[in-house]
């Protein structure tokens, strides 16, 4: 499974910034919140709500409807949601549809052109061909997540998995890792 490291994050969402505001706000909030590509091309306007600071999201694949806070960043104004949204809502023309992200000619994004804008987005940060994939976003949530010893359960909750079956498949361990852990917990015991 391919996720990116946080420089690699970084990376992609300096690019997407120096693309446009949309594309920032739209890596940025797939990244953050684990969205496929389909999904964030569903968001309505209606699914932003920067004043109390949250957003809906409609999930597929039999996943759970989940509301979120929409997050500043102060330490890495990249990662900072609401300013991103912000930006992006300042400049979005106002086309007659209620999708968030709409297309340059108007009208919602298709899946496709976010594969474009990520790929393109990647390609400028230096990312290898496996990595050029936006699904590598929600991914990469995950393994962030997993990385910062956040419960499984709450990593479930983020990613909006019905089961947590579908949230162990990101767990990776190797054999020195597991002994270690028994090797440390039984030090602990006795």
Known sequence: MNFLTPDELLKVLRAARSRSARDWAMLLLAYRHGLR???VCNLKLTDIDLKGGS???HRLK????????????????LLDEVKAVR???????????DSVFTSQKGGRLDRSQ?????????????????KRHPHVLKHSLA??????????????????????????RYIGT???QAAAAAQSALMNLF
């Open 62 to 77: 039999g996943s759970l409807f989940t509301v979120q806070p929409l997050y500043q960043h102060r330490g890495q104004p």
């Open 174 to 176: 190797t054999d020195g």
């Open 55 to 57: 957003i809906a999201v």
């Open 143 to 168: 393994s962030h997540l997993i990385a910062g010893n956040v419960n499984l359960a709450l990593v479930r909750q983020a990613l909006g998995h019905r089961s947590i079956s579908s949230t162990m």
């Open 37 to 39: 590509a389909t999904e």
């Open 114 to 130: 976010i594969f474009r804008i990520y790929r393109a987005c990647a390609d400028t940060a230096g990312l290898p061909l496996e």
């Open 87 to 97: 930006e992006w809502l300042r400049v979005r023309r106002a086309d007659g549809t």
